[in-house]
């Protein structure tokens, strides 16, 4: 797993869990969640609206 969520900053929109290829993100409640199933494209990360996805370097 290498994309962390801001949760601080994310507004729980869902648009993250739906660009991602692997289905690796999942929105439970109000927490998005990482699963081992991320293969660090960063597609997440460009859709956010607010930045709240970030690939660890
Ligand atoms: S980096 Fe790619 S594989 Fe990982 S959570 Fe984001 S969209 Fe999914
Ligand atoms: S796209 Fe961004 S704001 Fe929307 S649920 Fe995903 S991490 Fe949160």
């Known amino acids: 797993m290498a994309v962390s969520v801001n ?15 692997p289905g690796a993100l999942e929105l439970i409640e109000t927490w998005i969640e990482v699963d081992d199933a991320c ?16 690939v660890a370097k």
């Open 7 to 21: 949760r601080n900053k994310c507004g729980y929109c869902g648009a993250c869990v739906s660009v991602c290829p």
């Open 39 to 54: 293969n660090n494209c960063g597609i997440c990360t460009k859709i956010c609206p607010v930045g709240a996805l970030e």
